[in-house]
């Protein structure tokens, strides 16, 4: 039972593919892979921090102020992160611009810290946070990967070409807008088509 809190946010509820839920970053941010891992990585650091702070707070805040204190503990941590990639890393930084910020009103992780964290306790909601962290770093990626082959016929990390150029003519609709949505759009009708993820409310 307990494993299974860890893959349900994987596959069966993905929160970009099954849920529909923080769909701006990955509309966003994902021109390129090396953006959508950074994104990944600050979304699990403060999916998996707040929740465990409301889950180990939760039996002292009380209900009127549930929602703002949920808040504010999310909104403290992206500060950390923001503050962190800023003095490591400007260009990436630079490169996520406000969807960094916006970490805060992500619904997966106010949804999160609502629905599950704040009446459970703090070992499955470290199972629960891990599982939907993972899940939407490997939709983010896996959509940012489609669409930086295909708009630029390579992909490249931090200065390391982890594929090199294969396509002689890439489409460069791909890295715009509309190559976002038509890479998720096509994405949730094949993993829905067969199957693999399933199209309902988040428990």
Same mark, same amino acid.
């Given at each position: ?6 893959t ?9 593919? +099954? ?18 891992? *950074? ?7 403060v ?9 180990? /707070? ?21 500060t950390? *992160? ?12 630079k ?9 805060? *009103? ?17 070992? +499955? ?18 959509? +940012? +990967? ?29 890295i715009?807008?509309?190559g ?5 759009? /096509? ?17």
């Amino acid at each position: 039972m307990e494993f299974k809190e860890f893959t349900k946010g994987i596959i069966q509820r993905n929160a970009v593919f +099954s849920l529909a839920l923080g769909l701006c970053p990955v509309l966003a941010v994902t021109t390129r892979v090396e953006n959508a891992i *950074v994104m990944s990585l600050a979304v699990l650091f403060v999916l998996i921090s707040s929740n465990l702070i409301v889950s180990a /707070i939760k039996d002292f805040v009380p209900s009127e102020v549930r929602i703002p204190t949920f808040i504010v503990i999310i909104a403290t941590l992206v500060t950390i *992160v923001g503050l962190t990639l800023h003095g490591y890393s400007l260009s990436l930084y630079k490169n996520l611009g406000i969807f960094l910020p916006l970490i805060v *009103v992500n619904c997966i992780i106010l949804g999160r810290a609502e629905a599950f964290a704040s009446q459970n306790s703090v070992s +499955s909601t470290l199972l629960d946070s891990a599982g939907m962290g993972m899940g939407f770093a490997l939709a983010i990626i896996l959509v +940012s +990967s489609i669409r930086e082959f295909f708009g630029t016929g390579k992909i490249i990390v931090l200065g390391y070409k982890v594929i090199p150029s294969l396509i002689p003519s890439p489409a460069t609709a791909m890295i715009l807008p509309p190559g976002a949505f038509l890479t998720i759009g /096509i994405l949730l009708g094949l993993l829905r088509r067969t199957g693999v993820m399933k199209n309902g409310e988040s428990d």
